[in-house]
């Protein structure tokens, strides 16, 4: 390793990084981002990188917008905050209120602000316990997860998550936290078994934990339409059908979490259109303002809110609140996001361009550390293994996927690897050119890798 630069001593020696192999980072040093334009990155040394996650699937409409920029300058301007606590308003949060409301799949009453998509989550499984004491029956609180699912991390959400190193050393999941099992067709199914069965299994598997935990003491299940950190598992064929009437008829809320699959990213606006799924409540984050601030949301119908206006005029007030929930800066660039997607017309370019992504993700099944592509409009994952024909996976310890995600880097791309998948999640602005460019280089790193990979 070369050594490393002034600015990435700098940083090792003061910032504690998230989601970060700590013990390693003196050996492998940080990659310090200076600025972004469009689908580009540079960073302090002035290497240019496509990037190909749109950060952590959140920049939709790329680096340097300067719609976005404006925007957020107008509003800093004006007002640079206020809050929403105590029957407080302001015009960014009940513009961009209005608007998710317009474009919600199911009737949408209310928008309660968060700062992130955990605190979103982490609202939910709140909302969803007040619900149901409002409504008398106390014991009804349990929440049904996914393996696999990325819900978060705070204490809540990371447990919702269904994945080992956001429970493993921090004492999660909490009691009351149940994970069903993986709708991963590729890995889960049965020798023989066909789609439509193993969809079929896993909702027989969702009634038998519901009636062993007894479904009178369950409150909701949440899940994202197309499952993101977990590997971007896309659900199998009838998933969504299947499960909901399950749910409906144990009065079980299905919470949508968006916050990866909402505002356009799997070829509509809302990831619940795209793979048929009737949402209770939603979380949204992260595109909402194509990431220019911190900015997530929980939305709810009008049952659900009624119920809290009549138990707070129980209670005195509804004591829950984040002091940057619906920051005007966010709501501004939420507002202006949205029209963004909306006079670009961003949906119809995830569609004309979705075809050609599926295609060249598809084309790299060919390739013979290749198992499984996945996708959906611009989202997509490729899963590495050891062995095509028994789908047999690398031994976890070998970190094929960084490995192969640190080549990919030295060509000039920034993906993620997901265990041993490699996530793709580009800017939805992508243009053609750039989108082979991103596939060229994932395909150079992939044949360099053949030659070492075991
Ligand atoms: N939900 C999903 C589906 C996510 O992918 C994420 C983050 O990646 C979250 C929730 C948590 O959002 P945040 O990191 O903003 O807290």
């Known amino acids: 390793m070369p050594p490393l630069s002034n600015v990435q001593q700098r940083d090792i020696d003061s910032v504690f990084h998230p989601y970060t192999p700590l013990h390693k980072l003196s050996e492998t040093g940080t990659l310090v981002i200076d600025h972004g334009k469009g689908v580009f990155i540079y960073d302090t040394q002035g290497n240019e990188y496509i990037e190909g996650m749109s950060g952590l699937w959140c920049a ?13 300058t107008e509003q800093l301007r004006a007002l640079p905050y206020y809050h929403l606590f105590a029957a407080r308003g302001t015009e960014p949060a009940i513009e961009l209120a209005e608007k998710l409301k317009e474009l919600a799949p199911v009737p949408i009453s209310k928008v ?16 969803a316990w007040y619900y149901n004491n409002a409504l008398g029956r106390p014991e009804k609180k349990k929440i049904i997860s996914r393996q696999k699912a990325y819900h978060g991390v705070t204490i809540m959400a990371a447990s919702l998550t269904g994945l080992g190193p956001n429970h493993k050393g921090f004492d999660l999941p909490v009691d009351g936290v149940l994970h069903a099992e993986c709708p991963h067709f590729y890995r889960n199914g049965l020798e023989g078994e066909t789609e439509e069965e193993f969809t079929a299994r896993m909702a027989n598997s969702l009634r038998a934990l519901i009636e062993r935990e007894g479904p009178e003491t369950i409150a909701a299940m949440i899940a994202e339409p197309v499952m993101g950190a977990g590997g971007v598992i896309v659900p199998p064929k009838g ?43 939603m979380s949204v984050a992260k595109q909402l303002t194509s990431a220019y601030a911190p900015l997530g949301a929980v939305m709810v119908p009008d049952d659900i809110y009624q119920a809290f206006v009549d138990y707070t005029s129980r209670l005195g007030t509804f004591g829950h609140g984040f002091t940057y929930g619906g920051h005007p800066l966010g709501c501004a660039l939420g507002v202006k996001a949205i029209e963004i997607y909306q006079k670009r ?38 899963e590495l293994v050891a062995d095509k024909a028994t789908k047999r996976a690398f031994d976890p310890s070998h970190g094929v ?19 041993d998948t490699i996530a793709m999640c580009p800017p939805m602005i992508i243009k ?23």
């Open 239 to 281: 998933y969504f059908p299947a499960i909901k009437p399950i749910l409906d008829e144990h009065d079980i809320m299905l919470i949508d979490d968006e916050v990866i699959n909402g505002f356009c990213r799997t070829g509509n606006w809302w990831g619940a259109e795209t793979h048929d799924m009737v949402p209770t409540t």
């Open 345 to 382: 017309d961003i949906l119809s370019h995830v569609r004309a361009l979705a075809p050609l992504f599926e295609r060249r993700l598809t084309g790299l099944t060919e390739h013979p550390l290749v198992g499984e592509a996945r996708f959906s409009g611009l989202v997509g994952g490729l």
């Open 112 to 127: 309660f602000y968060t700062s992130s998509g955990s605190e979103a989550n982490d609202t939910q499984v709140k909302l």
């Open 401 to 419: 996927g960084a490995k192969v995600s640190s080549l990919i880097e030295k060509r000039g791309a920034i993906l993620r690897p997901l265990g």
């Open 432 to 454: 053609e050119d750039e989108l082979n460019a991103l596939f060229d280089r994932l395909e150079g790193a992939l044949d360099e890798a053949e030659g070492w990979v075991e």
């Open 60 to 72: 939709g409409l790329g680096f340097g917008d300067e719609e976005l920029i404006d925007a957020a």
